[in-house]
């Protein structure tokens, strides 16, 4: 049973527009959410994350949302560069619950910026 | 610092022959993780080791799958006999901890080993 699903196996967009990636949770439990982008031939590494007392948190290009209600989050990439093409993976943790190392991860979302 | 060191960076073997997986986690990183990564499941947690001590190995799916951590700067994953449908590749990741709610909690995965059991 998948806690974390990204029902967007791929998406494919212009370089300059918005990418806009989705994930959905169903653990109520979760209170810690990351996104990770990974590169051929390469590991996962550590893109943004949100607190569950929160509903928005910016990097530079990257704002990831949450909505607690409809257990749902969005990664946000504006504007969108060839650079940013990569699977990208949406994580949960339960920080408050004595597990706060394991991550829970999508099956992840193929991301191509067309230049 | 090098990051998390992964060895082999592939491996293929035949079915019946033991694999053994290598990792070396960013120096001072406390917390350590194998993860599977396969088209059907995605990336999953296999074990966690916390001071080299296995905390939680839930995710390990059968006994032919053991995983040990003799010292803070080297892991083993052993897969003995292996099978065709244990191909995937094989992340280790590390962690320098941090405890309580909100708190950051980045790992840092190494490149990966890319199993192939014909």
């Known amino acids: 049973d998948q806690q974390v699903k990204q029902n967007s196996p791929s998406l494919s967009v212009q370089e300059g527009r918005i990418s806009i990636l989705n994930c959905d949770y169903t653990n109520s439990m979760f209170d810690y959410f990351l996104w990770y982008k990974k590169y051929p031939a390469e590991g996962p590494t550590f893109l943004i994350s949100?607190?569950?007392?929160?509903d928005k948190n910016e990097d530079g290009r990257f704002t990831v949302f949450l909505n607690k209600s409809a257990k749902h989050l969005s990664l946000h990439i504006v504007p969108s560069q060839p650079g940013d093409s990569a699977v990208y993976f949406c994580?949960?943790?339960?920080?408050?619950?004595?597990?706060?190392?394991?991550?829970?991860f999508g099956k992840g979302t193929l991301l191509t910026v067309n230049p | 610092d090098a990051g998390v060191i992964q060895s082999p960076r592939h491996e293929v073997t035949e079915m019946g022959q033991e694999v053994t997986l290598r990792c070396k986690p960013i120096?001072?990183?406390?917390?350590l993780f194998w993860y599977r990564q396969t088209m059907m499941r995605g990336l999953e947690l296999l074990i966690y080791?916390?001071?080299?001590?296995?905390?939680?190995d839930s995710g390990m799916p059968e006994d032919r799958f053991s995983a040990k951590m003799p010292n803070a700067s080297f892991s083993t994953l052993k897969i003995q006999p292996s099978e065709p449908r244990d191909s995937a590749v094989y992340f280790c990741?590390?962690?320098?901890?941090?405890?309580?709610?909100?708190?950051?909690?980045?790992?840092?995965f190494g490149p990966g080993t890319r199993l192939t059991v014909l």
């Open positions: 080791f916390n001071n080299n001590v296995p905390i939680d």
């Open positions: 120096s001072g990183h406390n917390s």
């Open positions: 994580a949960a943790s339960d920080m408050g619950g004595g597990s706060n190392y394991k991550l829970t």
């Open positions: 949100i607190s569950s007392i929160k």
């Open positions: 990741a590390s962690w320098g901890g941090g405890t309580g709610v909100h708190t950051y909690n980045e790992q840092f």
